[in-house]
């Protein structure tokens, strides 16, 4: 199926749109501010040893130092350096930086101090970033990801994921053993085969094996030149990891609107994947590039819970902690000649966009779809065929199960990001993410019993209300009767105070 891909950038955000057949697919969101360290490799210095919590503190050039455990420390690269009479840097990996370049494997049990000094160079990847007063937290045992797999150039293993079935992964381990062993048969780094590489071709596991030690050798040449504390390798940006993963032999073009960006793009895809090189396109029309197939009105859409079907359908879909529930209806649509040829229409029109919608949120973990009950075992079987159809198209692993005894549809999709409606929206400060709040009613009813408790443990003047304005309406007009009880039952005079900056249900009761 043909894919064209679009790319907005702008200073504080890059968002890329996957459309097939005219119509969006997927969309993913990068913001400037968020992006974060994780996966970006510094040559770093030693600033601190701290023996007592076996764990150092590593200069890479931010405000703080960052934290590096010893359980984090690469047996291979961490020097028998028992004391600092040796001051060469020591550089991750084997750099080349003369004397540093020395492969030294110490007990993996040796105490960090008998294993780094202060002052020596070392290079560490970023595992967490900094948090409020803590600083990054560090690994020295390098892992650079590919579309296919993740190469660990400090160690020889090849391995496959837990994930992919036991029977297949002795068979992929040998494929992928005889590709990346050297001439001489010796192997140059370790490899893991991730779960999306389960039916990669020979041809695709290639390509992804030389863009890995590519980047490799071009992180052990820059430690070599760079001063200590400098960054060598900054984890790939969305527009670049867009050419590694999502570009494919049905893609026809990648549109960017950004000139700048567009030769940056150009530079990257000629030097690591020279193939994608010409479907990039620079798009310099009028409109909005993401106007051309309405794009933001498709993600405005995907947060909403009603999907509005062709055919007069729609599905409801909600999303919680757990799973992800997607109730389909029939609504208006009554064009078949009977009953069952309508549920059956509608269904399998939702199947199809189930799919579809699946992708455009991101939604993962486990989702449990109601489709509309049908009699007919035939439909049933010709719904649930076209929906794995559909599931079929998407890059991400999903695992579909037949129909329940209570005619529900139980699938899982992997999670490989945080869904769209995460990254663009948060909790209602209003409802708090209840989808509901309290009738103005209820709230009015839980002040005057908060009155009432108040008023037996203190004794004030006045109690006066704060809240927002159509409590404080309500308590003028249909509940004043209930407030001048409860102001009689007391002996206090209550008055009120309304607050347009509140929501409805939050309210304060002042002791005066």
């Not at 968002?15 to 510094?42: D, F, K, P, S």
Request: with cysteine; aromatic share 6%; glycine share 8%.
């Amino acid at each position: 199926m043909s894919q064209d891909i679009l790319i907005n950038w702008a200073p504080q955000e890059t968002r890329v749109a996957v459309v097939e057949q005219g119509a969006v697919q997927e969309v993913h969101l990068e913001r400037t501010l968020e992006r974060g360290l994780v996966g970006n490799i510094y040559l770093g210095k030693v600033s601190r040893v701290l023996p007592g919590m076996q764990s150092a503190f590593i200069d890479i050039g931010l405000d703080r130092a960052a934290f590096l455990h010893v359980a984090d420390l690469m047996p291979s690269i961490s020097a028998k350096h028992t004391a600092p009479r040796d001051k060469t840097a020591a550089v991750a990996g084997g750099g080349d930086a003369g004397s540093a370049n020395r492969v030294l494997t110490p007990d993996p049990v040796q105490p960090i101090e008998r294993q780094i000094f202060e002052g020596q160079a070392l290079m560490v990847q970023v595992l967490k970033d900094p948090i409020g007063t803590k600083g990054a937290r560090l690994t020295a045992q390098i892992s650079i990801a590919g579309r296919l797999l993740v190469f660990l150039p400090q160690d020889n293993h090849i391995g496959v994921s837990q994930k992919i079935p036991a029977a297949q992964r002795e068979a992929l381990r040998q494929r992928l053993l005889a590709r990346t062993a050297m001439p001489d048969g010796s192997a140059a780094g370790g490899f893991i085969l991730r779960t999306n590489a389960e039916d990669a071709s020979d041809e695709e596991l290639g390509e992804d094996i030389a863009y890995l030690r590519k980047t490799w050798q071009r992180i052990r040449e820059a430690a070599s030149r760079q001063p200590s504390a400098s960054l060598l390798h900054e984890d790939l940006n969305l527009m670049q990891r867009v050419l590694r993963d999502l570009v494919s032999a049905q893609t026809q073009s990648i549109r960017i609107d950004s000139r700048e960006q567009f030769g940056l793009l150009q530079a990257f895809a000629g030097e690591f994947m020279p193939d994608t090189a010409g479907k990039l396109q620079l798009y310099t029309g009028e409109r909005p590039i993401f106007d051309l197939y309405s794009i933001d009105e498709e993600i405005s859409r995907a947060l909403s819970r009603r999907v509005d079907l062709k055919s007069g359908g729609y599905l409801v879909i909600d999303q919680t902690e757990a799973l992800t529930t997607v109730d389909v209806n029939t609504g208006g649509f009554v064009g078949a000649r009977n009953f069952d040829d309508t549920v059956f229409r509608t269904n399998l029109e939702a199947a199809q966009a189930i799919a579809r919608q699946l992708r455009l949120r991101n939604l993962g973990g486990i989702v449990i779809v109601d489709f509309i009950d049908m009699v007919r075992e035939d439909h049933r079987e010709a719904v649930l065929t076209e929906f794995r159809k559909q599931l079929a198209r998407d890059r991400v692993k999903t695992m579909t199960g037949g129909f329940s005894q209570l005619g529900l549809v139980e699938m899982t999709r992997k999670r490989t990001r945080e869904s769209l409606a995460h990254m663009l929206s948060e909790p209602c400060p209003s409802c708090e993410g209840k989808g509901v709040v309290k009738t103005a009613r209820s709230v009015c009813y839980d002040i005057l019993r908060e009155i009432l408790r108040e008023a037996r443990a203190f004794s004030p003047r006045e109690f006066r209300v704060v809240a927002s304005p159509r409590v404080v309406e309500l308590f003028l007009d249909e509940e004043s009767q209930h407030l001048a009880g409860l102001s009689d039952f007391i002996g206090k005079p209550i008055s009120l105070q309304s607050e347009t900056s509140m929501t409805q249900e939050q309210y304060d009761i002042v002791l005066l």
